[in-house]
């Protein structure tokens, strides 16, 4: 009976060591992925005319605006 107990416990700490390691690599590997979404996002950026643009097709600025904005780009 006692020779049961000690493998059970033994079992249970090797299963707590695994599940403490693997939880400390998954959050290793979220920070990694969370920052290579970060720094990728970045690399995309529109440009203020681009953003300009985009404005003028939604409608959220006139003509007359957009004109006055992209002589202020330039």
Do not use: C
Not at 10 to 22: D, E, K, N, R, T
Request: glycine share 8%; aromatic share 14%; hydrophobic share 45%.
């Amino acid at each position: 009976m006692y020779h049961d107990m000690f493998f059970g416990g033994m079992w249970f700490g090797w299963l707590f060591w695994i599940i403490i390691i693997a939880l400390i690599a998954w959050i290793v590997i979220g920070q990694i992925n969370r920052s290579k979404r970060n720094t990728s996002a970045n690399v995309g950026e529109e440009s203020p005319m681009d953003i300009l643009n985009k404005r003028l097709a939604r409608g959220e600025i006139s003509s007359a605006e957009y004109e006055e904005m992209k002589k202020k780009l330039k």
